[in-house]
């Protein structure tokens, strides 16, 4: 039987279109990868690609959009509402069909020591790929940020990259790398310019902040349309799922005078995570069935 992994690099440009244009172009040039979908945010200055193929070929897909990433993208000049470390910020690694987590985690580690040789890029692995047991979560690190990272990897021995050089690249950073289960990555955003309000939404509602659990947020501010979003990682939607989280944010929103101007899914989501739920009625965006997973994996024909 075929393993099949999906992968879902995240690249910190999402203004320059034919940067990512150029970075989708390297990642499908492997034979038996298959581009899932692409979301590109010049708000967040962020691009997030997903893929899927056979381990071997993924590692080869990936290090081929690492490398353009690389050369095309310098952190010195990127300024963007999402936190990153890296030109290529992070590659998630999820197991499809037949091949388990723990294989997924050596996959991170291999494909992570291939970027490090072969472009100079340090990796820091996180998830189930994680070394060390604080680097589970992955904003462990990711939430200093490249500027800071850049200064403090070789001060703090906690912060040294776990495959590379102890230096950030100097234009491209460092990369996470890490395997781990469906996730579910959704934007809602708010009829409003205040970003407090974003700011304290997302504390409330996050399990850190004594929220629901295995959600993660963040409050940010959309220069395009001048208002703010409450930008959602879902970690397990089984246990805290999709309509759960908009409604907390919803309802917390109204508390304020504000209102919900719609929703966005970040790639694709698991068919799972919508039983039972009209997608109407989380206002979502440009939703279709090409955005559940099992739908978009039927129609590539892996």
């Known amino acids: 039987m075929k393993q099949i992994v999906e992968c879902i690099p995240n690249f910190s440009e999402g203004r320059r279109i034919e940067v990512v244009d150029a970075i989708e172009g390297a990642l499908s040039s492997v034979d038996g990868i298959r581009i899932l979908d ?114 403090e990897t070789l001060l703090r021995k906690d912060l040294l990259p776990d495959l590379g050089t102890p230096q950030l690249h100097p234009t491209s950073g460092a990369t996470l790398i890490g395997a781990r289960s469906n996730l579910i990555a959704f934007n809602v955003n708010l009829d409003s310019d205040n970003l407090g309000f974003a700011q304290k939404i997302a504390s409330h509602i996050r399990e850190s902040g004594g929220g629901l659990p295995g959600l993660k947020a963040l409050g940010l501010f959309m220069h395009k349309t001048q208002t703010v979003q409450v930008s959602i990682n879902l970690c397990d939607f089984e246990t805290t799922g999709i309509g759960t989280a908009f409604e907390a944010v ?53």
Request: charged residues 25%.
């Open 38 to 151: 692409r979301h590109v945010d010049p708000d967040h200055n962020r691009s997030v690609i997903t893929i899927a193929g056979h381990p071997d070929s993924l590692i080869d897909s990936i290090v081929a959009g690492v490398g353009v990433a690389s050369e095309r993208i310098d952190l010195r000049i990127h300024e963007g509402e999402h936190p990153r470390i890296g030109a290529t910020d992070v590659i998630p690694l999820v197991p499809l069909s037949n091949i388990s987590m723990e294989a997924c985690a050596r996959l991170a580690w291999k494909m992570g020591m291939k970027i490090a040789h072969e472009l100079g890029i340090p990796i820091y692995l996180y998830g189930s790929g994680a070394r060390l047991s604080d680097r589970k979560n992955l904003a462990r690190i990711r939430n200093l940020g490249f500027e800071r990272l850049s200064q």
């Open 250 to 302: 919803r309802q917390m929103a109204k508390d304020f005078g504000v209102s919900v101007r719609d929703s966005e899914l970040v790639g694709l989501a698991p068919e799972a995570a919508f039983e039972g739920i009209d997608p109407r009625t989380l206002q979502l965006r440009d939703f279709s069935h090409q955005k559940l997973l099992e739908h978009r994996l039927a129609s590539v024909h892996l």
